[in-house]
Structures are given as C-alpha cells and as structure tokens.
C-alpha cells in the first residue's frame, strides 16, 4: 500500500499509512538522532516526511498524536540561564518543489473555502542559514535575548545579543508596542567569516567549518567580548509576544521593524499568486551566490495577520508558512575506505572514509552508507538507487549535502571505477566483540532486514557503551558533564558498566579521581612530545584532584527524579523513541505500571489481550516491549536502576483559558459556518483535543447535518452533543 498515490487512499487505507508512517519515521529519527547510524539516505527520509504530510492534508482528521509533523526543536544547551517563551518559536514545513507550494497554496484555498471573494496575499523573502533568536522589547528597551532551543525553552544570551550592532538596544521612532519579542536570525557574512580562520590560522588557533555554526557558537561564548570580535549580523523577520500588531500584515510588518532601527532583508516581496513566487524563489537564488551571506531557501507567508490565526498551527510549525528549499549542492570525490560502526542497539553501519572535498561550503571527510544494500546499490525495498551500481573503495562519487546539511553519495562516475576495485564485503562477525553478525527477518513481510546487528548484546563493549552514552544524552536523562568522552573513560576503567553504576559514582571518588587525572596526565604527554617542550614541578597523580568533581557528582544527583517520559526513553528499548515514550508515559503514568504491564504482556499468549490499544502504539513497540520486560537478564539491571531513581509520576495538566480547554472533541457532519479544519484548528488553539472518532473518552461531539454513525455512538454513550451555533457560543466566537 505504501506505493498507492494518496489520491487513491481511502479513509481506512489512509489511517494505516499514517499510522505505518508515524512507526517508521520515529525509527529513522531514532536511529539518526540517538544511534548515529542512519539506515535511509536523506532522500528516501523526505520522501516518507512529505508522504506524510500529504496525507495529512488530505485527511485532516486523521492527523495522530504521534505524527512525525508534530516534532519541533532540539532541548537547549548547557551553560546558559534558560527562557521560556512566551509564544513558541517554531519550525517551518519545507516545500521542494514548485509542485508543493502550489500545493501549499492549494490548502489555503480550500482552508478558507467559504470565504469565497476572498483575496489572499503572500510574503516571500530568503531563509537565512544562521541562528534564530528573540529579542525582547519592554517600552522600547532591549531587556532580554535567547536561542529557540528547543522551541519552548531557549538559552538567555541576552549580553551577547547586545553586541551586534543590528539589534538596536532601544527602539527608533513611534509606534511600537509596549511589550513585543522581535525574531529573527543572527548570521556571519563570507567575509568576517574567511577575516576570522585568517586570524585564528596565524596563532595556530582552530579551524572554522562554516558561517552558520560559526555564528552559533559565537553567539554561545562566555565571554561577550568573544562575540563582539565576530562581527555579527540580524535580520528582523517575525515576533512572538506582543502586546498589540505592529501592522494588520506580515510585510507591512517587517517594514514596521525597518522603522524601528531593525535590518530587514531587502529580498522581502508580497505576491497574490503561484507564479508571482516561484519567480521570486528563483530570482533569489540566481543571487544566492553573491548576496555575502548563506541562504538555503525562500519562506512564504499568508500576508494577513488575520487569516494566519484563522489558519492556525499544527504542532510544530504553522499551517500559513512554508519553506521552499534550494537544490542540494555536489562535489565529486574518492572513497578511501569504509568503516563499520557498532551502534547501541547492535546495528552494524558503514561509513565511506572520503578524500576531503567543499561542498556548500563545508569539508565532508565522512558519509554514511546506511546498509548493507545500500552499498550494494539498492535501498531498503529493495529498489535499485544510483542506477544500482554499488560502492567501492577508489571509486570516485558524487556527493551532495541534502538539505545543505546531511552529506549523501549521490552517484558513482562508472568511468572513473579503478580497474582493481572489487565490490566491498559486509563483515559477518561484529568487528568489536567477534559476535556473529545477523540479518533478521521482519515477522510481517518475512523478508531480511535491511541491518545487520550485532548478537553479542551483553558482551559488546560497543553496544554497551553507546547505550550508557544515550542514557545520559539530553534527551534522555541529559547529566551536565557526563557526556561521550566521560562515558567511554569511566566503563573502560571499570567504574561505569550499568546505568545504576553513574549514581554510585561518588562512593567511589578515589577511582574516578585518579581515572580523570590519568587521562589528562597522557594528554599532557601528548602534547610534551608534540611541542617539544618539558613540564616542570609536576604533580603526582594521586595529588591532583578536579574542581568540577563536585559539580558532575551534583548534575547526577539532580536526575535522581526524572520526568517519566525520559526514563522511559533513557532505557534505550528498541524502537521507543521520544514520542513513544511520551506516548506511554501518559498513558501509563508511572514506571511501577508500565513495567507490570510489559511483564503480563511478555507473558500473554496474545499481547492484545493484556496490553491496552493505545493511538500510535503498534505491533513492532509492543513487541519490543514484551523482548524487553519479558528478557530476564534485565530485570536485575533495571531493579539496581530503579533503586537508585525514582521517576515522576507524569501528570496530565489541561490547559486553562477556555471551557474546552483539556477536553477531547469530535467534530460530525456537515460545518455550515466555518471548514472542518478551521473548526479543529480552532479547537486546538484552546486547548483542546480532536479526535476522528468517538469512544468513551469523548467528551464532547459537535453535530453537523448529515450526522451518522458517530452521532449513535456519542448518544449511546451519553457524551454531550451540541450544535456549531452552541459550539461557537460556548468558546466565545459569535455566530
């Protein structure tokens, strides 16, 4: 079914393909985000992403809890006080074809379909590749600045901000509100940047990789004075809180910020229609190269400020603004070997050692091959790609960064092949422990699975390792200070080999004293002999200690009572990413329930008869829950956990501001007033859930004309049943 258009997808059809969907992609991001070992190239995670979407739009009220569309942001970096903000600073669909902004477009339309005289207009400017940020402004002053972290919480870099000269530290002119958090992005232009690996290249300092992250970690220094010596740059594009509309528009908006001292981007247009767009997304990017700074696309907005509310958000990002991406840029050049990684879960993944090459930019040195197929020229239906040639090592390639970011192998130059390269051999023993190394099969399609994994689970060091490494990543249980470097020195000196073990750390301050103190006695000796130079009045190991000791054995400590959802992510169960352990966190509330749960059903003949029907829990989480909890060996390893840490028990808050807020609504029939999607985007917006189908946890349905079969169930459940003339009365909208 996965290959059928979405045109041709019926409602039930369509609830399968997105629930398949939301499964596969959350294994994607997990395996990219937390194994480092992707199994899909960029392209083919894209191709999923916008299938997705596609039948999301199509069948709104079919959208899931769990749907890969819902995602936004990474969690803030260490080191800085953080900030919530007021309005969530979120992300952008992506459009990559002129296709898919008319198909952008398209929604709109039919968004305000009874609208039918009405006129919508568009903004389009560049998308600038640097670091956004908020900028607060109280009665004119600057007061405070932060990242978007991870979209709700960011990073206060209030004094680094008031170094750029862009953001004016008090508002010019009149008119502005009198709270108002300006966004937009802080950049470096190809000049400072090249101006500063100069600099640093005559002290011997680091190497720079490229203006964005250069920007980025500018922004991010402890000393302001550091960021001020990088020269950096803001556009003005967007705000979040405010305490009134600069302009009833989003273009006449931003002009408004030009007023008040601000740099917009002069590139910025308002359009009415598609070709009015594209031609102005192609006229950017014939300058792309010679603007001075990075771009990698052109964002389009609904212009009234008006019809943006009326259209609403879906988790993540906005529905009235798209982000139309630029082709991927290439290079060409040579594999000189291929590696292979072990990851947590045992996944044995290649990685093509590169002859170094620029590519937008960046030096790529490394690109993931993901699989065995995939080296064999073939992707995970098994599908040629790269006209199924496959991948040697001499052969030269063509490279390009998907998305400006990821780096792929994007063809072989056949003609170019050395006349003694033979195809690679994909190892069958673990290259770590010797395990024998399997392909398994999927109980579903009984066909092999596109990774080879590792079967020494409890004797690979690799698998062992990475999984302390994704216990303690931030988005698992994030301990301050105990990051990949600390993991790997503390299990190879014996003190680390569980995750219950970080937590009795500190009784054991001695060992961990001297295995910090030898480790920096052999860097210092590395560095000797590399300089030439000899140390004097050195101290013995055993006299040295660590000021930041206190501070690590703290950081643990202060995880002793994590949030549920990440404990459940922390134990690093296949396929249970962070949605699903978000998932599961709700719907079990705390461990003590989800592991009793998870041992009847590791025992049940038939898992659905124990383990509940859970929106966005499938076969292959169940079953990995059952190998989990029903695998003996980890009971002692989580029972010596669990004695250490005590996860909260997750608590449902609703949200308040509105009747509906916190309750679950199921829309029916035929809306005279208003779309079936702006009804549910309008719910949303207070709080509320909707749901497509009605069952005893509704608890409220509105009725349409034409009401079927949902309006018996809601009556022969008893759930309340109102009209839209009441639905609108009862959240404060006129008819």
Avoid at 49 to 60: G, K, T, V
Avoid at 294 to 314: A, C, H, N, S, T
Avoid at 324 to 347: C, L, N, S, Y
Wanted: glycine share 8%; hydrophobic share 40%; proline share 4%.
């Amino acid at each position: 079914m996965s290959e059928k258009p979405v045109e041709s997808l019926s409602e039930g059809e369509a609830a399968e393909e997105l629930k398949r969907l939301a499964a596969e992609i959350a294994e994607h991001d997990r395996r990219y985000h937390t194994e480092d070992a992707p199994t899909i190239s960029d392209a083919e995670y894209d191709a999923l992403a916008r299938r997705n979407l596609a039948i999301e739009a199509r069948f709104p009220d079919l959208v899931r809890e769990d749907s890969p569309s819902r995602r936004v942001g990474a969690p803030p970096a260490e080191g800085f006080a953080k900030v919530r903000h007021a309005v969530p600073m979120l992300s952008l669909g992506k459009a990559y074809t002129d296709q898919d902004v008319a198909d952008f477009i398209e929604r709109g339309r039919r968004f305000f379909d009874r609208d039918k005289d009405l006129d919508i207009a568009f903004t389009a400017e560049p998308k600038i590749d640097g670091l956004s940020a908020s900028l607060r402004y109280e009665n004119g002053v600057f007061v405070q600045g932060a990242t978007r972290g991870d979209g709700v919480v960011g990073e206060d870099i209030t004094a680094n901000l008031k170094t750029i000269a862009d953001i004016p530290k008090k508002l010019q002119g009149s008119g502005w509100p009198e709270v108002i958090e300006i966004r937009g992005e802080v950049y470096m232009t190809y000049a400072e940047f090249e101006a500063l690996k100069q600099r640093s290249a005559a002290i011997g300092g680091q190497d720079y990789v490229n203006p964005r992250n250069t920007a980025a970690g500018s922004l991010r220094q402890k000393d302001p004075a550091v960021t001020a010596s990088r020269n950096l740059k803001f556009f003005a594009y967007a705000w979040g809180y405010t305490t009134a509309d600069p302009a009833p528009s989003q273009y006449d908006s931003v002009q408004k910020f030009k007023e008040w001292g601000f740099k917009v981007s002069p590139l910025m247009v308002r359009a009415k229609s598609i070709d009015e767009l594209i031609a102005h997304y192609h006229r950017i990017e014939e300058q792309r190269s010679s603007l001075g700074y990075d771009i990698d696309g052109v964002v389009y907005k609904v212009d009234q400020l008006e019809l943006q509310r009326r259209w609403g958000f879906v988790t993540g990002e906005p529905r009235w603004a798209v982000a139309h991406k630029f082709p991927a840029e290439q290079a060409m050049t040579t594999v000189e070997k291929i590696d292979i990684q072990v990851g947590r879960t045992g996944t044995l993944a290649p990685v093509a050692r590169l002859a170094p090459v620029t590519v937008g930019g960046v030096v790529v040195e490394n690109v993931t091959l993901h699989n065995e197929d995939y080296i064999k020229g073939f992707d995970s239906n098994g599908q040629p790609i790269r006209d199924g040639i496959d991948v040697r090592i001499g052969d030269t390639v063509v490279i390009q960064r998907a998305g400006d970011v990821i780096p792929q192998i994007v063809s072989v130059v056949i003609d170019k092949r050395p006349a003694d390269a033979v195809p690679y051999e994909f190892p069958h023993t673990c290259p770590v422990c010797g395990s024998p190394a399997t392909r398994e099969i999927n109980e579903k399609t009984g066909k092999e699975d596109s990774r080879r994994r590792c079967t020494g689970e409890l004797i690979c060091a690799a698998q062992a390792v990475e999984g302390l490494r994704h216990f303690v990543s931030r988005g698992a249980l994030d301990i301050e200070g105990l990051g990949a470097e600390n993991i790997d020195l503390f299990f190879n000196a014996g003190l680390v080999k569980t995750a219950a073990d970080i937590f009795t750390l500190k009784d054991r301050r001695p060992a961990v004293t001297r295995a910090l103190a030898e480790r920096r006695e052999e860097q210092a000796k590395q560095r000797e002999a590399a300089s030439g130079k000899t140390r004097k009045n050195v101290r013995s190991v055993e006299e040295r200690n660590y000021e930041g000791l206190d501070k690590l054995f703290a950081a643990i400590d202060a995880r002793r009572e994590p949030e549920l959802d990440r404990f459940i992510f922390a134990l690093g169960i296949r396929h249970i990413g962070e949605t699903t352990a978000a998932v599961l966190a709700r719907q079990f509330t705390t461990i003590e329930e989800l592991i009793r749960v998870g041992k009847e059903t590791a025992k049940a003949e038939n898992p659905h008869d124990v383990f509940p029907s859970i929106t966005g829990i499938g076969d292959t989480v169940i079953g990995a829950l059952r190998d989990f909890f029903g695998n003996e060996r980890n009971d002692d390893v989580l029972d010596a956990l669990l004695a250490q840490v005590h996860p909260k028990p997750y608590v449902v808050e609703a949200s308040a501001g509105s009747e509906v807020s916190g309750k679950t609504v199921v829309f029916t029939g035929t809306l005279e007033k208003m779309t079936r999607s702006e009804a549910k985007a309008m719910a949303e917006r207070l709080g509320a859930k909707v749901a497509g189908s009605v069952s005893a946890k509704t608890d409220l349905v509105v009725a349409g004309p034409g009401a079927g079969s949902k309006l018996k169930v809601a009556t022969d459940l008893g759930i309340e049943v109102i009209d839209e003339d009441t639905w609108l009365q009862r959240i404060g909208r006129s008819g």
